[in-house]
């Protein structure tokens, strides 16, 4: 029950950040990823983890390689 009270939190501040997704529908998330975590088995939670992590990286050095636009003077 904890664990669903603190994903719920966890998923609406998460909602704050995202584009579309609004705070009730975080919260429904993030109860939801907590009991998908709770039925994975180390190894999945691992590879879940380090493809989060691989995922972040990329979008990042995406993010860092894209040009910035040029300002316009008025």
Do not use: D, N
Not at 9 to 19: L, M, N, P, Y
Not at 37 to 66: D, F, H, N, W
Request: charged fraction near 15%.
């Amino acid at each position: 029950m904890i664990g669903k009270m603190i994903g719920a939190i966890a998923g609406a501040k998460v909602a704050e950040h995202a584009r579309g997704v609004s705070g009730p529908v975080g919260a429904l998330i993030g109860v939801g990823i907590v009991a998908a975590i709770r039925r994975m088995s180390p190894v999945t939670l691992v590879a879940a983890a380090a493809g989060g992590y691989v995922l972040k990286r990329y979008t990042e050095k995406q993010a860092a390689a894209k040009p910035a636009s040029p300002k316009t003077a008025h």
